[in-house]
């Protein structure tokens, strides 16, 4: 079976960046990563390359910054108010998940001043070229529920336990 779209994927990856530093690699956790296709789980540009791959195969990836994590925009690095940080020790290159308008996103600590923080919102890998080594481990159809959901499931869930967690 090849990777499709509405097909589950289970796949090892190592992400390094231009430079070749290993930022994560799903085998030191011992937990392959398990997505559905054409969903938009993971990046559209690792998507497009493991379209059609099967059971086995192990490919190579570059993403260019604009297919990856984007490219960093200055716009979003700006100045908050020391009270919208509940830690009282903040430190340069500290991170806090914050909500976003598309969902959370991560702000990273630039400066600490006196009544200020000096935040970047960007993407911490945004601007940078990411190299993928993936290994498509399984391709399975998904399931009705997972495809109700969007997104892999735990083994066994019915599609009635799906609906039952949409009712208020």
């Known amino acids: 079976m090849t990777i499709a779209p509405q ?37 559209a540009g690792l998507e497009r390359a493991l379209e059609a791959q099967s059971v086995g195969a192990e490919l190579s ?7 990856a994590y984007g490219l960093r925009d200055e716009a979003l690095v700006r100045e908050v108010g020391r009270h919208a940080f509940p830690a009282p020790d903040l430190a340069p290159g500290m991170r806090f998940q914050t909500p976003g308008d598309d969902g959370p996103e991560i702000v990273t600590i630039l400066e ?47 599609p009635s336990e799906v609906e039952d967690k949409k009712m208020p």
């Open 61 to 67: 990836v570059t993403l260019m910054p604009a297919d």
């Open 112 to 158: 600490v001043r006196d009544d200020s923080v000096l935040v970047d919102t960007n993407h911490p890998l945004a601007g940078q070229t990411l190299r993928y080594r993936l290994e498509v481990l399984e391709v399975r159809e998904a399931t009705r529920a997972e495809l109700a959901k969007g997104h892999p499931l735990p083994p066994g869930t019915e």
């Open 7 to 43: 097909r589950v994927v289970t796949l090892h990856y190592v992400l390094s960046d231009q430079d070749g530093n290993v930022l994560d690699d799903s085998r030191a956790r011992a937990q392959p990563l398990e997505y559905l296709h054409g969903h938009g789980n993971i990046m």
